[in-house]
């Protein structure tokens, strides 16, 4: 008899544990694409996913900059960073941090048709920079 109360026992604790599993939301990923610079002559792209469900949304990831102008005489130049992005407010708006080969960078902007902002780094002048998250 202690047997089967155990068997029963055991088949309601896993129970209970696969039903906890089942209601933990799952940590979602995306893309980023975005366009840098007063002619949008660099390209940024990137794969982040989520640090942790909640609100703001958090996600965090690597990312490349790449110059795709025309002025460009050795082949693109080309910049590796980390991003942590925050999404806030019915997903209107983003502020990020970001480093880029190794500089410290900034980014904030308001959704429109996509999130529309400025970028700006340590030593540099900030630059407008157009964000899409897919």
Known sequence: ??????RSG???LLGAVALSLCHTPPLSA???LGQAGVLGEWELTGHLTESAPGAPRQFS???KMKHVGICTQDGPDER???IKLQITGADSQV???LVLDGA???YSARKTRNYEG???CEGRAPVPLLVWLK
């Open 104 to 106: 410290p960078c900034t």
């Open 118 to 120: 400025t970028l700006s």
């Open 61 to 63: 990831g690597p990312l």
């Open 95 to 97: 502020t990020a941090e």
């Open 30 to 32: 995306m893309e980023i």
């Open 80 to 82: 590796a960073g980390e």
């Open 1 to 6: 008899m202690p047997r089967t109360t155990w």
């Open 10 to 12: 055991g088949a309601a």
